[in-house]
Each structure stands twice: as C-alpha cells, then as structure tokens.
C-alpha cells in the first residue's frame, strides 16, 4: 500500500534516498537530516504509525517525500516495489538499510528457539539482502540525471563485533550484514557505486526503551567512554556525510558510531 504527498505528482529534482525502518527512531533521524541535506525522501516501515510526522519534517526541509508500508520479509515483492518507487520518485540515488527487529527476549542462548531466530534472520539479514539486490539491479541500469554520487548506507549494530549471548540470533543478524556490505563493495566499486556500514551503540531509541535503566547503569560505569547516550542524529549525521558522495573511495568502509564502546581496552 503507497500514499504519498506532491512527490507523486512530479519526478524528484533532488537527489532520491529510500530508507528502510523509516518512521521512527534512527530512521526518522536519518529521513530528517537528508531531508536537510537535499534529498527528496522515499520512506518504508512495517506499520504506518508516525509516518505522517516523518513526512512532515522532511517537507519543512523542502523535500518532497512519500511513504510506503511494507514487510522487508516479503522478498518476492521487492523488485516490484522499486519499480513503482522508481516510476513514483525517479531514479534511486541513495539506499539506506535501517529497517530491523531484535530478538523476542533476551535470554539463555542454549534455550534459543526457531520463532525468534527464523523472524530476526528472515528481516535483518535476508530481508536486507535481497531488497539491496533489487536497489543495486536498478542502480547498475540507471543513473541519476544529475550524476549525483550513488551509495549504499547498511545501518548495523556494534553487535555485528561484539557478542552478546543473550541475544543471538541478533548478534548474528549483523554480523551478516557485515559481509553484506564487502560483497556489494566488491560488485557495485565499478560502477563507483559506494557501500558502507555504520555500527551504532547504545542509541536512546523506541527500541532500547525497555532496557533504558540497565543501559543507564552502564554508562555510568563507564561502558561508553563518552558517557552518554548516542542519539538518533549522531547515526543520522554519520549518514548524510556516507550519502553526500565524498568518501566513495572509502566503499566497503565500517563506521562505528558508539563513543568508543567498540574500541578494545585493557
């Protein structure tokens, strides 16, 4: 299902980002700083609510943007989806991959069951890969008529490094979007087509509500050299430098965005 504002009635001029996991959290940051960055928006997210603020902001930026509600699991339908943001929007200039869910519960890792594991897996990780196949297909048959810079953006975890034991199959989920990243690096570099990770931390999120208190403690005691909270716009940023095109020869790059967590100490 599609709705959209005034980019429908006219091809983008801007350059186009589509982000993935678009409504809320580091999505919504991401949508609001390209926004301000000059890109025109196509947003996805799972459920609609909270979009209409998302478009919102991005308009107040001057972007036309459109939303579109859709399960990144329904790989068979991704194809079909680009299509019709492509005829919608123009061509597709920036991909950012933030959609994804954690585990069910965090808990003992011999006592891991297929549910969480099939569900995390199936949208993290396969979800992520074939909808960037599908991106990555339109990109190497189309340029932008601009001949603005054309990247990949994959938003990760520090758990793609650092693993937690109760949490599994997330741990692995991105970690796989590591090597996603180094393939499409490889495959895309002759097209000058840049692909990048980012890692965030501990990022004060609809999602990291639930354990905010233990996150507190943590921080506290230092987990977090910088001692703080990351926020949505410290990933967000870190997007819209990747996006912009000035670290293309970087493609294949990592870019922990975490105050130091990820750093190894003594």
């Not at 809320?24 to 940051?29: D, E, N």
């Not at 590591?178 to 087509?193: D, H, S, V, W, Y």
Request: proline share 3%; aromatic share 4%.
């Amino acid at each position: 299902m599609a709705s959209s504002s005034s980019l429908l009635a006219a091809r983008a001029v801007r350059p186009l980002a589509l982000i993935t996991g678009a409504r809320r959290g580091i999505g919504a940051g991401i949508a609001a700083e390209l926004a301000r960055q000059g890109f025109d928006l196509a947003l996805l997210d799972i459920a609609e609510d909270g979009a209409d603020q998302v478009l919102a902001a991005a308009e107040a930026h001057g972007a036309r943007a459109g939303f579109w509600q859709y399960d990144l699991a329904d790989s068979g339908a991704h194809r079909a989806l680009v299509e019709r943001i492509v005829v919608a929007c123009g061509p597709i200039a920036c991909l950012v991959n933030n959609a994804g869910v954690s585990a069910d519960a965090r808990g003992d890792l011999l006592e891991l069951g297929e549910r969480s594991y099939d569900k995390v897996i199936d949208i993290n990780m396969r979800g992520t890969f074939f909808f960037t196949q599908a991106v990555a297909r339109h990109m190497a048959e189309h340029t932008h008529p601009a001949q603005h810079a054309r990247t990949i953006v994959t938003v990760s975890s520090v758990s793609a490094e650092l693993a937690s034991t109760e949490r599994g199959e997330y741990c692995m989920s991105k970690a796989g979007l590591g090597m996603l990243t180094k393939l499409f690096a490889l495959r895309l570099a002759p097209l000058n087509i840049g692909v990048f990770e980012i890692r965030p931390g501990i990022i004060r999120t609809p999602m990291t509500e639930a354990v905010a208190a233990r996150h507190d403690e943590r921080i506290a005691d230092g987990v977090v050299p910088m001692r703080r909270w990351g926020v949505p716009a410290d990933v967000a940023a870190a997007v819209a430098a990747l996006a912009s095109g000035q670290m293309q020869f970087a493609t294949g790059s990592v870019l922990n965005i975490d105050g130091a967590l990820s750093v190894p100490r003594l």
